[in-house]
């Protein structure tokens, strides 16, 4: 499945798909950012206050989104949201871009 570089400068592998609202929720409770993945291949990442609102959309969203578990080599974990949808094109957010960000960027960063 690859790995996802981080806004966290980490570097995140899966570690499980499908898992349930339950893990979601106490992943964000720990602290753990939530990158959405949207359709078209989009990622935006949600971390701190943002993660809360980024797991509240897909839990109401219209299309299927389906969650899994992400883990960087120190331990760190990631929640990836995956929307399966045209709605999901107009959820707000700030976009990863395809390139790693400079330390000085806002809120970029790259999957790969």
């Known amino acids: ?8 400068w980490r570097t995140y592998s899966m570690r499980a798909q499908g898992i349930e609202p339950a893990e979601v929720e106490a992943l964000i409770e720990a602290g753990s950012p939530v990158i959405t993945y949207l359709v078209g291949g989009r990622l935006v990442w949600h971390d701190e206050e943002d993660a809360w609102p980024a797991w509240a959309d897909a839990r109401t969203a219209s299309e299927r989104v389906t969650a899994g578990r992400w883990e960087s080599p120190d331990g760190s974990h990631a929640v990836v949201l995956v929307f399966h949808g045209r709605a ?3 959820l707000g957010g700030v976009g990863l871009s395809a ?9 970029s960063g790259s999957a790969r």
């Not at 790693?100 to 809120?107: E, L, S």
């Open 1 to 8: 499945m690859g790995e996802l570089l981080g806004l966290d």
């Open 88 to 90: 999901a094109a107009q």
């Open 99 to 107: 390139r790693r960000p400079r330390p000085t960027a806002g809120k």
